[in-house]
C-alpha cells in the first residue's frame, strides 16, 4: 500500500521560509512524479509545484521565484523549499503522488493517485 506523508508545516512571520517534506512508501518512488497543493480556508486546492520522474520541475505562477521543489530519490523523499512567504501563502499543503502524463497540464490533480493528509503552513502579517 502507498503512504504519502507530509511534515514541516508551522507558523512563521511574513518574509520567512519553511522547508516541507513528503515521504512516500509503497512502491518505487523514483518511477514516479511528485507533486504540492494547497487549500486556504474556503478555496479550493491549488497547485504550488510538481517535480517529474525525471527532475523537471513546474511552478504556479504564484510562487515562481519563491519557492523550490527537490527530490531525494535515496531518501523517497520530495520537498519544497518556501521562501519569502506571504500572509496569502496560508493553507494546508498537500503532497500527492503520479505520474505527470501531460506536461502541460502537471497541475491537474488527476494525474496523481495518492495524496497525503496534508501540513498546515500559517504565515501571519
Known amino acids: 500500500q502507498v503512504h504519502v506523508v507530509e511534515s514541516g508545516g508551522g507558523l512563521v512571520q511574513a518574509g520567512g521560509s519553511l522547508r516541507l517534506s513528503c515521504a512516500a512508501s509503497?512502491?518505487?518512488?523514483?518511477?514516479?512524479?511528485m507533486g504540492w497543493f494547497r487549500q486556504a480556508p474556503g478555496k479550493e486546492r491549488e497547485p504550488v509545484a510538481a517535480?517529474?520522474?525525471?527532475?523537471?520541475?513546474y511552478y504556479a505562477d504564484s510562487v515562481k521565484g519563491r519557492f523550490t521543489i527537490s527530490r531525494e530519490n535515496v531518501k523517497n523523499t520530495v520537498y519544497l523549499q518556501m521562501n519569502s512567504l506571504k500572509p496569502e501563502d496560508t493553507a494546508v499543503y498537500y503532497c500527492?503522488?503520479?505520474?505527470?502524463?501531460?506536461?502541460?497540464?502537471?497541475?491537474?490533480?488527476?494525474?496523481?493517485?495518492?495524496w497525503g493528509q496534508g501540513t498546515q503552513v500559517t504565515v501571519s502579517s
Open positions: 517535480i517529474s520522474r525525471s527532475a523537471i520541475t
Open positions: 500527492a503522488s503520479g505520474v505527470i502524463r501531460r506536461p502541460s497540464r502537471w497541475y491537474d490533480h488527476e494525474q496523481y493517485d495518492y
Open positions: 509503497g512502491r518505487t518512488f523514483s518511477a514516479y512524479s
